[in-house]
Nanobody, 125 residues
Framework: QVQLVESGGGLVQAGASLRLSCVAPGRTISNYRMGWFRQAPGKSREFVATINSIATTTEYADSVKGRFTVSRSNAANTVWLQMNSLKPEDSAVYYC??????????????????WGQGTQVIVSS
């Protein structure tokens, strides 16, 4: 069992920045790929970004490429999602997730084993 806790969401205006954090109290996540997903009302959960266990590779959804950056500190047991130039269409609940076996399609929600409770991001126009 892995507990993931996201924070950092909020209400901002278009063009602003937010930095989301994901921590895993009591359990190391340093050996695992981490992902960020988001889910807007009435929509399915969608891939945002992922980072491998040693932070050598990252991948992003086309919709956020160039604006969002995923990073991690294994020493701090924390993963971040830096979101710049936010747009109203970025509004969603953002979730972090951990994947124990790093094989296959990292952009699918069912490829991840545990999820946080989510943090709300609202971007006003």
């Amino acid at each position: 069992q892995v507990q993931l806790v996201e924070s950092g969401g909020g209400l901002v205006q278009a063009g602003a920045s937010l930095r989301l954090s994901c921590v895993a109290p009591g359990r190391t996540i340093s050996n695992y790929r981490m992902g960020w997903f988001r889910q807007a009302p009435g929509k399915s959960r969608e891939f945002v970004a992922t980072i491998n266990s040693i932070a050598t590779t990252t991948e992003y959804a086309d919709s956020v490429k160039g604006r969002f950056t995923v990073s991690r500190s294994n020493a701090a047991n924390t993963v971040w999602l830096q979101m710049n130039s936010l747009k109203p269409e970025d509004s969603a609940v953002y979730y972090c997730a951990v994947r124990f076996i790093d094989s296959g399609r990292y952009y699918l929600p069912n490829a991840y084993d545990y999820w946080g409770q989510g943090t709300q991001v609202i971007v006003s126009s």
